[in-house]
């Protein structure tokens, strides 16, 4: 991969695209971004908008693109279909937006391609599979953005609620991008001291029931989110930039993106989160951890609920 040009392509100009481009740019990660949309007016709009900010940040070009620009792309995104509405599940918009992501993943088979495509749309484990499915890519190279941002989300509470730097806090959520979600407490770890014993240390509350909390606090945080303002976006702009730095700089990160499983964690031919290396390649190498009973008991119980949504609906449609 070339260090002096790096080329990322969004399909989707909605506010989690727009987000994404605008945290992009900041970065001085890329030096080419073509934002792809059915309408025509809004991606003209967004391009004008953001182009005149250019001369506060690093040189780059921004501009209108077509589905010809994934030929030359490192990274494909894909954050177009419905928004989840107030009171709506993530698997309530499966219908609709797998619909969406098949035509997309149709106009991308036509422009062929070595980029990574990160898939962003929700429900995002059942939209992985079906990118995957039909484009027929390797694995490693078709990746969801998971949950990433509910890690994120947990490091962030837990540094909140234990005083520390959330940048000194390592902590997973595995599973579903959504209701069934697990907090792997037993990944969790302050300054290398284990969750529990750094509780035990702390003796400031209640762990056992303040864990509970903050897993619920993680869960239902895109709810609230979308109660108050709508929908969700900075954080996961956020996320995506995160995950794109370590693609692009091929650092080996470890990030809960969606992945589909083999085999590991006793799963197969699902598409969920789980620690994977996160490099140029995309989805470098899977860490297929131990996970103590009651979570491994969990997050199987999430891959149910993914496996269920994907037995009313057909790939090959």
């Given at each position: 991969?070339?260090a002096k040009?790096?080329?990322?392509?969004?399909?989707?100009?909605?506010?989690?695209?727009?987000?994404?481009?605008y945290?992009?740019?900041?970065?001085?990660?890329?030096?080419?971004?073509?934002?792809?949309d059915?309408?025509?007016?809004?991606?003209?709009?967004?391009?004008m908008?953001?182009?005149?900010?250019?001369?506060?940040?690093?040189?780059?070009?921004?501009h209108?693109?077509?589905?010809s620009?994934?030929?030359?792309?490192?990274?494909?995104?894909?954050?177009?279909?419905?928004?989840?509405?107030?009171?709506?599940?993530?698997?309530?918009?499966?219908?609709?937006?797998?619909?969406?992501?098949?035509?997309?993943?149709?106009?991308i088979?036509?422009?062929?391609?070595?980029?990574v495509?990160i898939?962003?749309?929700?429900?995002?484990?059942?939209?992985?599979?079906?990118?995957?499915?039909?484009?027929?890519?390797?694995?490693?190279?078709?990746?969801?953005?998971?949950?990433?941002?509910?890690?994120?989300?947990?490091?962030?509470?837990?540094?909140?609620?234990?005083?520390?730097?959330?940048?000194?806090?390592?902590a997973?959520?595995?599973?579903?991008?959504?209701?069934?979600?697990?907090?792997?407490w037993?990944?969790?770890?302050?300054?290398?001291?284990?969750?529990?014993?750094?509780?035990?240390?702390c003796?400031?509350?209640?762990?056992?029931?303040?864990?509970?909390r903050?897993?619920?606090?993680?869960?239902?945080?895109?709810?609230h989110?979308?109660?108050?303002k709508?929908?969700?976006?900075?954080g996961?702009?956020?996320?995506?930039?995160?995950?794109?730095?370590?693609?692009?700089?091929?650092?080996?990160?470890?990030?809960?993106?969606?992945?589909?499983?083999?085999?590991?964690?006793?799963?197969?031919?699902?598409?969920?989160?789980?620690?994977?290396?996160?490099?140029?390649n995309?989805?470098?190498?899977?860490?297929?951890?131990?996970?103590?009973?009651?979570?491994?008991?969990?997050?199987?119980?999430?891959?149910?609920?993914?496996?269920?949504?994907?037995?009313p609906?057909?790939?090959?449609?």
């Amino acid at each position: 991969m070339e260090a002096k040009r790096r080329k990322v392509v969004i399909i989707g100009a909605g506010s989690v695209g727009t987000a994404y481009i605008y945290a992009l740019l900041q970065t001085g990660l890329v030096s080419e971004i073509a934002l792809i949309d059915l309408d025509d007016k809004v991606v003209a709009g967004e391009v004008m908008d953001l182009s005149h900010g250019l001369p506060f940040i690093p040189p780059v070009s921004i501009h209108a693109g077509s589905y010809s620009d994934c030929r030359d792309a490192h990274i494909i995104v894909i954050t177009a279909g419905a928004k989840q509405k107030s009171g709506q599940s993530r698997t309530d918009m499966v219908k609709n937006n797998a619909s969406i992501i098949k035509s997309i993943c149709g106009q991308i088979e036509n422009h062929p391609t070595k980029a990574v495509l990160i898939m962003v749309t929700n429900p995002v484990d059942t939209l992985t599979y079906v990118a995957l499915d039909y484009l027929g890519w390797p694995r490693q190279r078709v990746l969801g953005s998971g949950t990433v941002l509910d890690s994120a989300r947990l490091k962030y509470m837990l540094s909140e609620h234990c005083r520390v730097d959330a940048r000194n806090v390592h902590a997973y959520v595995l599973g579903e991008h959504g209701d069934s979600e697990v907090v792997a407490w037993s990944m969790a770890h302050i300054a290398g001291v284990p969750i529990k014993h750094y509780c035990r240390i702390c003796q400031g509350c209640n762990s056992r029931r303040e864990h509970k909390r903050i897993s619920e606090q993680v869960r239902d945080s895109a709810y609230h989110i979308i109660d108050y303002k709508g929908s969700t976006y900075y954080g996961i702009g956020m996320s995506l930039v995160r995950i794109s730095e370590a693609i692009l700089r091929d650092e080996h990160s470890v990030l809960t993106v969606s992945v589909k499983l083999e085999g590991e964690y006793g799963i197969k031919d699902l598409c969920l989160s789980v620690p994977c290396v996160v490099g140029e390649n995309g989805i470098e190498r899977i860490i297929d951890a131990k996970l103590p009973a009651e979570e491994d008991e969990a997050l199987r119980a999430s891959a149910d609920v993914l496996r269920n949504l994907l037995i009313p609906y057909s790939i090959s449609d």
